[in-house]
């Protein structure tokens, strides 16, 4: 039986992060050696946490909308969730391993749809509510989800026409108001979209059921189910991989349970603190740090259905009370943007009026790098930030930069309790590690560098569909399963990570992962578009932007047939905005290799060429 005993989960202790000065004082090495560890089914471990910390009666889910707040006790979620596992599992006859797909923002509502999957052993797909027809028809046609719950005002993106064409047999509309318990004229006023009318009473194709008649009408009951943590998928998430390819992500109960008790110990996380939840659920970041968290650590979970200006979290702030703390788990552009707007307003003022600065004790920041010049003005005003690096295959959380203690600044962190990580030849893994951390491969800096593979209990199960002989990025070496990140860098003599270069060809738009190849299908299903290439540029404000290189179909003519903000409206209109090109350019034909394979380096740097000579780039 699989433990956390078991030597493949064991990190050596003579690396040079534990040894090199920077390890946090009083972090266990090892994850088996974490305060209250136990590696259980989802749901068992909410019960668990509520337990042990004493949470039943308190407020821990806590979320906004505009002015108002709704506030629900942990024993009042719990019940939802059984409601809707209940539900699911005697109405619908949903089982373990079908999957549940959640088209939500945050939400009550997204909470509720979760915590029923962890009770039934269900799998819940994260899916992206910004998502447009085809990508939405893309992500449940790769899951074969049986169920899709959705915002009632998400169903004009298309749901009427892209289910028939999919495996989903149960559709389940809701509103944020099917939880909030103000009377009926406070909810009017608050102006909540509703688009309850646009969805049909039944098809022949799905059922429909609406999510709060299900919380209104059934009667929750107990359900035993068998759950192997090591082996049973929990989550769905999609993912680039390490190749820019749409993917989705297996992660097991116990993939989510071990990198929740990796992160407790490396930030000090106390019960009762509050924990920011505007990164969204169906990210992996937002999924662990925030509802993850808040679930099986004891924590309160402050959610918004999208980031709240900055006078709105803070006015926010001021109305909770915050004995053990705040964390905000964020990306750049947020803390920036909060910078922005105390130094508009003079830290001295900002604090008469608002009291985050004094409740702030913690600040993640992943999705991207961290720059000292948006750093240190925050550390300055509220507290210390510091660096995660994750994938969605590592459930996230890889490496964190010490809270306390010494630090190094620009790097990756160190690898939390429990996960290994070392520098292999990113062309021959076999070869074994360039630099592992250990005396015997103390192969350091940058003329050391290679990929960056990382080894853990965190490391998903695999990608769904994709047999273990075929994947590319999970291999075995020393007895351990390692992941290949895709990312290419090196380790200093301390054991921190410095990411040079993607091995592949991912764009990162404020923090969100686009990926070439899923554009370029999107833009193929364009009327005119014969061949279409898309890569990345640099951005000031978004980090990159999306390019696209395209060819017309034979007998159409740009500026005759076709205009490029027509086209550029086209996109906009089927694929999330951070997808969607700024820059698209008609070119003759794409660059391609003797094997046919585009070359879209070429077409880059030729904008890049241009850049350095101060031209301007078309599109």
């Known amino acids: 039986m699989t433990s956390l005993d078991d030597p493949e989960f064991l990190v050596d202790e003579n690396k040079v992060w534990f040894n090199g000065g920077y390890w946090p004082e009083g972090v266990p090495h090892q994850l088996k050696d974490v305060e209250d560890v136990d590696i259980l089914p989802m749901w068992e471990g909410f019960v668990k946490s509520a337990d042990d910390y004493g949470t039943w009666d308190n407020d821990v889910c806590v979320f ?52 029923g999957c962890m009770y039934i052993g269900a799998i819940a797909q994260g899916i992206n509510p910004t998502y447009k027809p085809l990508e939405l028809l893309h992500s449940l046609t790769m899951t074969k989800a049986k169920v899709l719950v959705l915002m009632d005002m998400l169903y004009i993106a298309g749901s009427a026409t892209i289910l028939p064409k999919t495996d989903v047999k149960f559709l389940i509309p809701t509103n944020f108001v099917d939880f909030f318990t103000a009377d009926e004229a406070l909810i009017q006023n608050l102006g909540i979209p509703n688009a309850k009318e ?66 407790k110990p490396w930030t000090n996380l106390e019960p009762g603190m509050i924990t920011i939840g505007s990164i969204p659920f169906f990210h992996s970041f937002g999924l662990t740090c925030v509802m993850n968290g808040a679930l099986t650590l004891g924590l309160q979970m402050l959610l918004f ?47 008469k009026k608002y009291d985050f600065a004094d409740k702030l004790k913690y600040a993640t920041q992943g999705a991207g790098p961290l720059h000292d010049h948006i750093r240190e003005p925050f550390e300055a005003i509220f507290c210390p930030v510091r660096v995660g690096y994750g994938l969605t295959e590592t459930s996230p959380v890889t490496s964190i930069a010490p809270f306390w203690g010494p630090n190094k600044t620009g790097k990756l962190g ?27 491969r103390n192969n350091f800096g940058v003329e050391h560098t290679g990929e960056i593979c990382v080894a853990g209990p965190h490391i998903m ?66 009327p005119m578009i014969d061949e279409v290439a898309v890569a990345g540029l640099p951005d000031e404000t978004t980090g990159e932007k999306v390019k696209a290189w395209i060819t017309l179909k034979k007998g159409y003519k740009e500026g005759r047939d076709v205009e490029i903000e027509d086209i550029k409206k086209w996109c906009m209109e089927n694929m999330a905005k951070w997808k969607s090109p700024r820059l698209i350019e008609v070119v003759r034909s794409l660059p391609v290799s003797m094997t046919g394979k585009v070359q879209r380096r070429e077409l880059q740097e030729k904008d890049f060429s241009k850049m350095e000579k101060g031209r301007e780039i078309k599109g």
């Open 461 to 526: 199960l695999g990608y769904l569909g994709i047999q273990k002989e075929q994947e590319d990025n999970l291999k075995m070496w020393g007895g351990k399963r390692w992941l290949l990140t895709g990312d290419i860098g090196f380790m200093d003599e301390h054991g921190f990570c410095e990411i040079r270069d993607r091995k592949k060809s991912l764009i990162k738009v404020s923090g969100h992962s686009v990926f070439p190849k899923e554009v370029e299908d999107l833009m193929g299903h364009h």
């Open 64 to 115: 906004v909308y505009g002015p108002y707040i709704e506030r629900v006790k942990l024993r009042t979620l719990f019940e939802y969730g059984k409601k809707f596992g209940t539900f699911l599992y005697d109405t619908l006859g949903i089982r373990k391993g079908d999957v549940v797909a959640i088209d939500l923002p945050n939400s009550i509502n997204f909470v509720v749809a979760y915590m």
């Open 198 to 263: 646009k969805i049909p009473d039944k098809t022949e194709e799905y059922e429909i059921h609406w999510m709060g008649d299900i919380i209104d009408k059934t009667e929750s009951r107990e359900i035993s189910v068998e759950i192997d943590v090591w082996k049973d998928p929990a989550v769905y998430l999609m993912t680039g991989g390490t190749t820019g390819l749409p993917k989705v992500a297996m992660l097991s109960h116990a993939n989510l349970l071990s990198n929740l008790y990796m992160i």
């Open 305 to 351: 259905p999208k980031p709240p200006t900055d006078d709105v979290l803070s006015e926010t702030i001021n109305k909770l009370d915050a004995p053990q703390g705040i964390m905000y788990t964020g990306v750049e552009m947020l803390f920036k943007r909060l910078t922005d707007y105390v130094n508009e307003m003079g830290v001295e003022e900002y604090k």
């Open 414 to 440: 160190l690898p939390v309790p429990g996960v290994d990580w070392a520098i292999f030849d990113s062309n021959n893994f076999e070869t074994g590690p360039i630099c592992d951390g250990t005396p015997e």
